[in-house]
């Protein structure tokens, strides 16, 4: 991640997870008003998805606790433009925070996928 990232709408290669023999993959964009998004997909329907939670916890860089969100898994096959408004599923912050986590190079973060 680059400061001017900050100046513009972008996304970033999904992260993979595998966890009880499922793909996940962690999705982070920002929009053009400096609201972030982060969410769980999963590899699969939204059936198999609802067995699942993930914890999100950032931290700064020196590894403090900045904030935990706790959350559903969504199905890959919810259409991109409904991920948002998925109730209790998607993580919504904004640039201010954004420079609390970041180090300069990354935003620091740890994702863990579990079952419910």
Known sequence: MRKKD???ETSWIPTHITHDGHHFFVITIRQNNGIWYNWVCILGSQRIADKFE???????????DVTMYRGNVISIDV?????????????EFHDHMVRKIW??????????????
């Open 6 to 8: 900050f100046d513009k």
């Open 54 to 64: 993930c914890v999100m916890t950032y931290t700064d860089k020196d590894g403090k």
């Open 103 to 116: 180090d300069g190079q990354r935003i620091c973060y740890k994702i863990t996928v579990q079952n419910k």
């Open 79 to 91: 259409p991109k433009e409904d991920r948002p408004k998925k109730e209790g599923s998607v993580f």
